[in-house]
């Protein structure tokens, strides 16, 4: 049986045009570092051991858990809820705007993050302010002692995720950055991400649910 003639390309360095051309496809990789990933997942359990607490002492004390719900104020945790998916809007655009080494915009998206998470610390400390001069604290019932517990945790972590966009936002303006390098971009955002997810759980457990 004859060997089959060999195509070759007419100029050199370009594939014969009955030669389909081959697209590799990049392999996937893990957006951000996988140290905080590792924190992202316990920070995820502890939380979901928490709601799953809060879920079965409410079924053993539930008209006291409502009528404590009743006393938190919807409205401020709505405007929380859209300042933190809008904080994560921002974060996810100042990812991408960097991919195209738009550095500026990437600088005011991080800063409309910013201004989001600290409109949501404001709002929770004047809802706070407003509880503890009702005498609210962890002791008063069952409910606001998870009340507290569940807010605060969470209000310490959007602290810790503002003080990393924070450095972000210094080191973009510092041109440290650049399309080929998204990794402490990447993981600032996969954070931040995670203290929106857990707030978009915890506000219909805590707020609404009756």
């Known amino acids: 049986m004859p060997s089959p ?105 991080l800063l409309g993050a910013l201004a989001c998470g600290s409109g949501f610390v404001g709002v929770k400390l004047w809802e706070y302010a407003g509880k503890l001069a009702e005498g609210v604290d962890l002791s008063t019932n069952t409910f606001y002692m998870f009340y507290l517990l569940l807010t605060g945790f969470h209000f310490l972590h959007v602290l810790v995720g503002l003080l990393a966009l924070a450095w972000l936002w210094w080191r973009v303006r510092r041109g440290d950055y650049g399309s080929g390098d998204l990794h402490a971009l990447e993981t600032g955002a996969a954070f931040w991400h995670m203290v929106d997810l857990l707030w978009i759980v915890l506000f219909p457990l805590v707020y609404v649910m009756r």
Do not use: K
């Not at 316990?42 to 404590?68: G, K």
């Not at 719900?69 to 990812?95: D, E, F, K």
């Open 5 to 109: 003639t060999p195509v070759f390309a007419p100029f050199p360095g370009l594939a014969s045009p009955s030669q389909p051309t081959v697209r590799v496809r990049a392999a996937p990789r893990l957006r951000g570092d996988l140290g905080v990933w590792l924190v992202i997942l316990m920070e995820l359990l502890t939380f979901a051991i928490l709601f799953v607490s809060y879920a079965f002492a409410r079924t053993q004390e539930l008209a006291l858990f409502n009528a404590s719900q009743a006393t938190l104020n919807l409205h401020t945790g709505a405007l929380n809820t859209v300042l933190l998916i809008s904080g994560s809007a921002c974060v996810a655009s100042a990812v991408q705007a960097m991919g195209r080494d738009a550095r500026a915009a990437c600088a005011r998206w």
